[in-house]
């Protein structure tokens, strides 16, 4: 058995029922914690819509989150999720600002090229927005499969 995440007609994503309920499990996590609903429907017939606009403002927040997120153990036990999440939005069509300030973390002056204490440099940023696009695209690979 599968589920399928759609966007109107579209299938964007027919994972199995255990990845899906896993993937939805997280999503009611971080629709709490960022106090913003993700856009995904409640499932009907084993499918569940996707708001594209409510979905990417949640994919946005859940990155801004990821990214502010100096904890170790949050920021690895959220990368999967994360890397899925950004895939979905990709396989939705939904654009992510990847140069937004948004993405700076709290007091850094990033964006305008200088250091910050935390060790968060323009190139430190630049990593991190590399290896999670990679990884979402990857994702976005094997999703559409």
């Known amino acids: 058995m599968s589920q399928y995440y759609k966007m109107g007609d579209r299938t964007l994503w027919n994972p199995s029922n255990g990845a899906s309920q896993l993937f939805l499990r997280h999503v009611a996590v971080y629709e709490a914690e960022l106090d913003l609903p993700s856009g995904?429907?409640?499932?009907?017939?084993d499918?569940?819509?996707?708001d594209p606009d409510v979905y990417a403002a949640f994919v946005h927040a859940?990155?801004?989150?990821?990214?502010?997120?100096r904890h170790r153990v949050m920021r690895r036990l959220s990368d999967g999720f994360v890397a899925t999440a950004l895939a979905l939005a990709e396989l939705a069509g939904s654009e992510v600002d990847w140069d937004?300030?948004?993405?700076?973390p709290r007091g850094c002056a990033c964006r305008n090229g200088h250091g910050h204490a935390d060790g968060h440099s323009p190139a430190a940023q630049e990593d991190w927005a590399?290896?999670?696009r990679?990884?979402?695209?990857?994702?976005?690979?094997?999703?559409?499969?």
Request: zero cysteines; charged letters at 30%; hydrophobic letters at 40%.
């Open 40 to 45: 995904i429907g409640p499932e009907q017939a």
């Open 47 to 50: 499918e569940y819509q996707v």
């Open 62 to 69: 859940l990155l801004r989150w990821h990214h502010r997120t």
């Open 100 to 104: 937004s300030a948004d993405f700076a």
């Open 130 to 132: 590399t290896a999670l």
């Open 134 to 145: 990679r990884e979402s695209r990857e994702m976005a690979r094997s999703m559409a499969d």
